[in-house]
Nanobody, 127 residues
């Protein structure tokens, strides 16, 4: 059973940067694509970014393209989300999740395609 643990959230001002981390444990190497989602207060989950573990292929939501970067460190079994130029609308709880197949498919931005989730780390961006 894979376990995911996020960290790195916090309270920052608009324009600042944060780097979120997600440590994958429970097996040596996941090998499965990983994604980041977020949930703003009172709203549903929103896809943020995803990465293929095996070839570093990445996907981003339009709202974060050019500002956020997803990456991985295989030896540390860790996925990162570097968030730059943060905006108040980026506020929410950020979750990492493991995709349910070995390569990202057409519905990579659907919450239902991910079957293991972390507990989330909160990010608050003040204006």
């Amino acid at each position: 059973q894979v376990q995911l643990m996020e960290s790195g959230g916090g309270l920052v001002q608009a324009g600042a940067s944060l780097r979120l981390s997600c440590v994958v444990s429970g097996r040596t190497t996941s090998g499965y694509p990983m994604g980041w989602f977020r949930q703003a207060p009172g709203k549903s989950y929103e896809f943020v970014a995803a990465i293929n573990w095996r070839d570093d292929g990445t996907k981003y939501a339009d709202s974060v393209k050019g500002r956020f970067t997803i990456s991985r460190h295989s030896a540390k079994n860790t996925v990162y989300l570097q968030m730059n130029s943060l905006k108040p609308e980026d506020t929410g709880v950020y979750y990492c999740a493991e995709y349910d197949r070995l390569s990202l498919g057409d519905e990579y931005n659907h919450q239902s395609e991910y079957d293991s989730w972390g507990q989330g780390t909160p990010v608050t961006v003040s204006s």
